[in-house]
């Protein structure tokens, strides 16, 4: 048994060490997820003005500020009594606002955060073997996915086209978030009934022609059919069937094309998605295709008990037909939909009662069994010899809750969006891995469901900007401040990376006396609960192998690029698992706590 | 580039922009509509501008990436260009680059190509390189610096690693240079213990370096996040030698380790503000959405010592007043407490009786 550990996962935000097990096959037997930084975050709100949520908590995270403002501004919505009256046009300002952010943060993980992996030394050497094929794949890994300050054997090798040609992109998304948003990152215009400002006929045009540069960036570096073509074979498909077969189709079309010639170069019509789609799969690589390699992530993560995972969403961005919403239970009347979905795709509404946490495998004092997180209670280790995660088998190793819904541990994020959503592509390739023997629950269709809600966010962003912002429209409705004496609000949404939650509890001052976060990388990082079950990436790298294509090579302990795709795919943020605390004991329960 | 663009009080040397004193700064700007100042060096002296490579050392300690995320957002000239202008070596970041920290049975694995942790070792022993500093660094819980962990090490381990043989040390953001919101005000506070590189707050007496018994120059640059600009062309002058390190620092930075030039201690956000005329009129919002002055929606700008107005964010599209929201001056050594509530001018009035 050799004890293979990655700390920090780089390329996430925030510290994150992940700790396996590996026996001598190159088998991940164990695994450990453990949040390394504890930075006491909510209890700044305390005694203060619910306000100050809306603008604080999005330092939480850089990458996803967007989100932070959105659930926080849900929750005070909800507790200033206004959520049934936001006008539509500010709630199309805010899916605007929001659904940039997410695209921005879909391109960066792709591209900056998880891309580079696919230029790992391991790859060229396994495609090495495969002659002239497997040396144009590699060439277009290293050509399209190397990152900067890049070396492979002491020679440097010059930043990919792809990771280059994001980063305009990244900005000038930015630059249309400060054009709606005030600034980006951390911006300032969510406020209780509306937003701040009011968008002009100018901002419009700014906005409309950033997205269609963006249009541009996706049909040139992306995918090598025209983005609409993509959209309305696949999620405007009439079923998950048809569009699983259009991408089965197009995928053919490029092989057969490019299989004599060995040319998977862009000009050839591959773009990224593509590419990847056909090598990253085992099942629609080798299987279907018939190609003679892929990289085989399709078997890593596939959750081997499927009784001990659920997908969960809480659904996301505001019908734009009628004014206000429903903050508590939005099932049908958002864009993306919520609920909870188990491993054998069974739909159930989502019901926020059912969510729990624990706290036996987290540096906190023990409580019995499982807690809402209204009954939270949070003591954490302040004697720094107790914070201790190099014993393998030691009880506590992390600053991360375990959260469950129903006692079920959840993946979140664009996978569980679409899959809860009815997306026909993501529906349909769930299906076919299904009906073909594989767990269709993998990093493969992870980072396949990521690029399709990149694509289908991008459509309705345009939509939302050309056709529904009004500049002659209402943006906001007063709100009566004394409405948060004695109050509570809640406030969910969907981040960039899954499910986020606010809950604010307010006293007869109409100061806050509780905040709470629950974030994606609680529920995707979580470590075990009290029944002793792994959370989802725990789970995930458990029969994962450890080095690149299935141990192709041999083992390789030292570049364990197994946990580094199975880690990355969740696109895991740790500064958003940050956790507040009760050192005094005295707050009543549901006073503390939290991811 | 224009000739406007060329400050006339400064010799034709507008690249000496982080000497400049404020009135000379905002001249150059508004006569060129940009500051274009890394284009203006090439273009006076296009034989001249093959800089030494400079290495630079990032870390990251408790922050949000946010400060990362807004050096991508640079305009002006774009990011890569300016490395590749200033012939910058970015060796280790990690957000960007390839690396992480591998272990194999408890063993540093692999190579500095593929390891974070050897990398940051190989470097650091190496010295000859600029420290770039995001997030706090912690010091809780008692003095363990445990509240952060990455790759076996406490943050404080990691930071004075990589701080002992700095050249110079560039606290990026208001959480490197002060703590930031992770020194927010709290009955938690002392507990957590978070760190800046040479302040805590306002206080030099509590930086980490100062607690590691460290000697280093250091320049802040704050603002949550800080603007691109400011941390570019701060490299900028510094790689171009027209500021000498350490000998220069006093001149240019302000009590608070700021460069001047951006952060100028006579002049504020609410002085370049589009809405003065209303505070100037007496005529003040008390709810969002309006046009006239946010004082009494809590706007701190005249408390803010910082460009953001003229300057403005993501390649000059708008910023924080101009989209109705109240400034909350970001790049205070006191971030947010100075600020909060964010939304309520009470906290106006307690600080002008309190200084009084």
Same mark, same amino acid.
């Given at each position: 048994m050799v004890r293979v550990t990655v700390d920090?996962?780089?390329?996430?935000?925030g510290p994150l060490r992940l700790d396996t097990e590996v026996d001598e096959n190159g088998i991940i037997t164990e695994a450990r997820s453990s949040?390394? =930084?504890?930075?006491?975050?909510?209890?700044? /709100?305390?005694?203060?003005?619910?306000?100050d949520s809306i603008l604080l908590s999005q330092r939480i995270c850089g990458v996803c500020p967007v989100a932070h403002s959105i659930a926080a501004v849900n929750a005070l919505d909800d507790l200033y009594g206004v959520a049934g009256s936001v006008p539509k046009d500010a709630l199309v300002a805010r899916n605007i606002n929001h659904g940039l952010n997410t695209i921005s943060n879909h391109l960066l993980h792709f591209?900056?955060?998880?891309?580079?992996?696919?230029?790992?030394p391991a790859y060229g050497n396994v495609l090495s073997t495969f002659g002239n094929l497997g040396s144009s794949v590699w060439k277009e890994f290293l050509g399209r996915f190397a990152p900067i300050s890049y070396k492979i054997d002491g020679e440097a090798i010059p930043p990919g086209s792809s990771y280059v040609g994001v980063i305009p992109m990244k900005k000038i998304l930015h630059d249309a978030g400060a054009v709606i948003?005030? $600034?980006?990152?951390?911006?300032?215009v969510m406020y209780p009934?509306?937003?701040t400002n009011n968008p002009t006929a100018s901002d419009v045009q700014t906005m409309s022609s950033i997205m269609s540069e963006v249009v541009d960036f996706l049909n040139a570096t992306? =995918?090598?059919?025209?983005f609409e073509e993509w959209v309305g074979n696949?999620?405007? +498909?009439?079923s998950p069937k048809k569009a699983a077969d259009f991408f089965i189709e197009h995928l053919h079309e490029l092989t057969e094309r490019s299989l004599r010639t060995n040319d998977l170069s862009r000009s050839n019509g591959w773009g990224d998605l593509e590419l990847y789609s056909a090598l990253g799969s085992e099942l629609i690589?080798?299987?279907?295709?018939? *190609?003679?390699?892929?990289?085989?992530?399709? $078997?890593?993560?596939?959750?081997?008990? *499927?009784?001990k995972i659920g997908f969960l969403s809480y659904g996301d961005f505001y !019908?734009?037909?009628?004014?206000? /919403?429903?903050?508590?239970?939005?099932a049908g009347d958002r864009f993306q939909t919520s609920g909870f979905m188990t491993s054998s795709l069974e739909y159930h509404k989502f019901d926020s009662d059912k969510v729990t946490e624990s706290? $036996?495998? &987290?540096f906190y004092d023990d409580y019995e069994g499982d807690k809402h997180p209204y009954e939270g209670v949070t003591e954490p280790f302040t004697?720094?010899?107790?914070?201790?995660?190099?014993?393998? &088998?030691?009880e506590k190793y992390t600053w991360s809750k375990a959260p469950r819904y129903e006692g079920i541990p959840c993946e979140v994020g664009p996978f569980s969006r679409l899959l809860i959503m009815k997306e026909p592509l993501v529906t349909g390739l769930v299906q076919l891995f299904q009906d073909n023997g594989y767990?269709?629950?993998?990093s493969f269709t992870r980072m396949i469901a990521r690029m399709q809600e990149l694509f289908i966010i991008t459509n309705e962003v345009i939509q939302w900007i050309t056709?529904?912002?009004?500049? !002659?429209?209402r943006f906001r409705v007063d709100v009566d401040?004394?409405?948060?004496?004695d109050s509570r609000g809640m406030g969910i949404c969907e981040a960039p990376r899954g499910a986020l939650g606010h809950w604010v509890i307010t006293d007869n001052d109409a100061k806050v006396a509780n905040y709470q976060i629950v974030t994606p990388s609680a529920w995707n990082l979580s470590p075990r609960d009290s029944e002793g079950v792994p959370g989802p990436l725990e789970h995930a790298l458990i029969?994962?192998?450890?080095?690149a294509v299935d141990n192709w090579l041999g083992v390789d302990f030292s570049n364990p690029t197994g946990i580094l795709h199975v880690g990355r795919s969740y696109d895991p943020?740790?500064?958003? +698992?940050v956790h507040t605390i009760d *050192?005094?004991? $005295?707050?009543?329960?549901?006073?503390v706590r939290l991811l | 580039m224009s000739e406007e663009n060329i400050n006339s009080d400064n010799s034709g040397n507008? #690249?000496? #922009?982080?000497?400049?004193?404020w009135h000379k700064f905002l001249k150059a700007r508004k006569a060129g509509g940009g500051f274009k100042l890394l284009e203006s060096y090439l273009n006076d002296?296009? @034989?001249?501008?093959? #800089?030494?490579e400079t290495r630079v050392l990032w870390i990251q300690g408790a922050q949000c990436t946010g400060c990362s995320e807004s050096l991508l957002?640079?305009?002006?000239?774009a990011l890569l260009k300016a490395f590749e202008i200033l012939n910058i070596?970015?060796?280790?970041?990690e957000a960007f680059l390839a690396h992480q920290g591998l272990f194999v049975d408890g063993e540093p694995a692999n190579t500095s190509e593929l390891n974070s942790e050897i990398l940051l070792d190989e470097i650091s022993e190496q010295g000859n390189y600029i420290l770039m500093v995001e997030g706090a660094i912690a010091n809780g819980p008692h003095g363990s610096g445990k509240y952060f962990m990455s790759g076996n090490r406490s943050s404080k381990e990691m930071f004075k690693k990589a701080a002992r043989n700095a050249d110079l040390i560039i606290a990026v953001g208001t959480c490197a240079a002060y703590g930031g919101i992770n020194t927010? @005000?709290?009955? %938690?506070v002392d507990i957590l213990d978070y760190r800046g590189v040479a302040f805590t707050k306002k206080d030099p007496s509590k930086g980490m370096l100062k607690l590691l018994g460290i000697d280093k120059p250091v320049i802040n640059i704050p603002g949550?996040?800080?603007?691109p600009d400011w941390i570019i062309y701060t490299l900028s002058a510094i790689i171009s030698g027209n500021?000498? %390190?350490?000998?220069d620092l006093p001149e240019v930075?302000?009590? #608070? @380790?700021?460069?001047k030039v951006f952060f100028?201690?006579?002049?504020?956000?609410h002085k370049d503000c589009p809405r003065k005329k209303f505070f100037d009129n007496k005529e003040f919002d008390?709810?969002?959405? @309006?046009?006239?002055?946010l004082l009494r929606m809590g706007c701190q700008a005249f408390l803010a010592h910082a460009d953001c107005a003229l300057r403005k964010w993501n390649d000059g599209h708008s910023y924080c007043v101009q989209a109705g929201s109240p400034c909350i001056?970001?790049?205070?050594?006191d971030f947010p407490d100075n600020a909060r509530?964010?939304?309520?001018?009470k906290k106006n009035r307690k600080r002008k009786e309190a200084d009084q």
């Amino acid at each position: 048994m050799v004890r293979v550990t990655v700390d920090p996962l780089t390329r996430v935000v925030g510290p994150l060490r992940l700790d396996t097990e590996v026996d001598e096959n190159g088998i991940i037997t164990e695994a450990r997820s453990s949040n390394m =930084i504890f930075r006491g975050f909510e209890r700044i /709100y305390r005694g203060q003005d619910p306000r100050d949520s809306i603008l604080l908590s999005q330092r939480i995270c850089g990458v996803c500020p967007v989100a932070h403002s959105i659930a926080a501004v849900n929750a005070l919505d909800d507790l200033y009594g206004v959520a049934g009256s936001v006008p539509k046009d500010a709630l199309v300002a805010r899916n605007i606002n929001h659904g940039l952010n997410t695209i921005s943060n879909h391109l960066l993980h792709f591209y900056i955060l998880w891309g580079p992996d696919l230029a790992n030394p391991a790859y060229g050497n396994v495609l090495s073997t495969f002659g002239n094929l497997g040396s144009s794949v590699w060439k277009e890994f290293l050509g399209r996915f190397a990152p900067i300050s890049y070396k492979i054997d002491g020679e440097a090798i010059p930043p990919g086209s792809s990771y280059v040609g994001v980063i305009p992109m990244k900005k000038i998304l930015h630059d249309a978030g400060a054009v709606i948003g005030g $600034k980006m990152p951390h911006q300032t215009v969510m406020y209780p009934g509306g937003v701040t400002n009011n968008p002009t006929a100018s901002d419009v045009q700014t906005m409309s022609s950033i997205m269609s540069e963006v249009v541009d960036f996706l049909n040139a570096t992306s =995918i090598g059919i025209p983005f609409e073509e993509w959209v309305g074979n696949t999620y405007m +498909a009439s079923s998950p069937k048809k569009a699983a077969d259009f991408f089965i189709e197009h995928l053919h079309e490029l092989t057969e094309r490019s299989l004599r010639t060995n040319d998977l170069s862009r000009s050839n019509g591959w773009g990224d998605l593509e590419l990847y789609s056909a090598l990253g799969s085992e099942l629609i690589g080798e299987k279907i295709l018939g *190609l003679p390699i892929s990289l085989k992530h399709d $078997k890593m993560s596939g959750y081997n008990d *499927l009784s001990k995972i659920g997908f969960l969403s809480y659904g996301d961005f505001y !019908n734009v037909e009628h004014e206000g /919403y429903e903050p508590t239970s939005p099932a049908g009347d958002r864009f993306q939909t919520s609920g909870f979905m188990t491993s054998s795709l069974e739909y159930h509404k989502f019901d926020s009662d059912k969510v729990t946490e624990s706290v $036996k495998h &987290s540096f906190y004092d023990d409580y019995e069994g499982d807690k809402h997180p209204y009954e939270g209670v949070t003591e954490p280790f302040t004697d720094p010899d107790r914070i201790d995660y190099q014993d393998f &088998s030691a009880e506590k190793y992390t600053w991360s809750k375990a959260p469950r819904y129903e006692g079920i541990p959840c993946e979140v994020g664009p996978f569980s969006r679409l899959l809860i959503m009815k997306e026909p592509l993501v529906t349909g390739l769930v299906q076919l891995f299904q009906d073909n023997g594989y767990s269709p629950f993998n990093s493969f269709t992870r980072m396949i469901a990521r690029m399709q809600e990149l694509f289908i966010i991008t459509n309705e962003v345009i939509q939302w900007i050309t056709t529904d912002l009004d500049p !002659n429209g209402r943006f906001r409705v007063d709100v009566d401040m004394s409405a948060a004496e004695d109050s509570r609000g809640m406030g969910i949404c969907e981040a960039p990376r899954g499910a986020l939650g606010h809950w604010v509890i307010t006293d007869n001052d109409a100061k806050v006396a509780n905040y709470q976060i629950v974030t994606p990388s609680a529920w995707n990082l979580s470590p075990r609960d009290s029944e002793g079950v792994p959370g989802p990436l725990e789970h995930a790298l458990i029969g994962s192998t450890i080095s690149a294509v299935d141990n192709w090579l041999g083992v390789d302990f030292s570049n364990p690029t197994g946990i580094l795709h199975v880690g990355r795919s969740y696109d895991p943020c740790i500064t958003c +698992a940050v956790h507040t605390i009760d *050192l005094t004991g $005295k707050n009543p329960p549901g006073m503390v706590r939290l991811l | 580039m224009s000739e406007e663009n060329i400050n006339s009080d400064n010799s034709g040397n507008d #690249f000496d #922009f982080l000497r400049m004193d404020w009135h000379k700064f905002l001249k150059a700007r508004k006569a060129g509509g940009g500051f274009k100042l890394l284009e203006s060096y090439l273009n006076d002296d296009p @034989g001249d501008h093959d #800089f030494p490579e400079t290495r630079v050392l990032w870390i990251q300690g408790a922050q949000c990436t946010g400060c990362s995320e807004s050096l991508l957002d640079a305009s002006n000239p774009a990011l890569l260009k300016a490395f590749e202008i200033l012939n910058i070596d970015l060796k280790r970041h990690e957000a960007f680059l390839a690396h992480q920290g591998l272990f194999v049975d408890g063993e540093p694995a692999n190579t500095s190509e593929l390891n974070s942790e050897i990398l940051l070792d190989e470097i650091s022993e190496q010295g000859n390189y600029i420290l770039m500093v995001e997030g706090a660094i912690a010091n809780g819980p008692h003095g363990s610096g445990k509240y952060f962990m990455s790759g076996n090490r406490s943050s404080k381990e990691m930071f004075k690693k990589a701080a002992r043989n700095a050249d110079l040390i560039i606290a990026v953001g208001t959480c490197a240079a002060y703590g930031g919101i992770n020194t927010a @005000g709290s009955d %938690i506070v002392d507990i957590l213990d978070y760190r800046g590189v040479a302040f805590t707050k306002k206080d030099p007496s509590k930086g980490m370096l100062k607690l590691l018994g460290i000697d280093k120059p250091v320049i802040n640059i704050p603002g949550c996040p800080p603007h691109p600009d400011w941390i570019i062309y701060t490299l900028s002058a510094i790689i171009s030698g027209n500021v000498k %390190i350490p000998d220069d620092l006093p001149e240019v930075l302000d009590e #608070f @380790g700021r460069p001047k030039v951006f952060f100028p201690p006579d002049h504020n956000v609410h002085k370049d503000c589009p809405r003065k005329k209303f505070f100037d009129n007496k005529e003040f919002d008390t709810c969002v959405g @309006g046009e006239k002055c946010l004082l009494r929606m809590g706007c701190q700008a005249f408390l803010a010592h910082a460009d953001c107005a003229l300057r403005k964010w993501n390649d000059g599209h708008s910023y924080c007043v101009q989209a109705g929201s109240p400034c909350i001056a970001c790049v205070e050594p006191d971030f947010p407490d100075n600020a909060r509530p964010l939304y309520s001018s009470k906290k106006n009035r307690k600080r002008k009786e309190a200084d009084q």
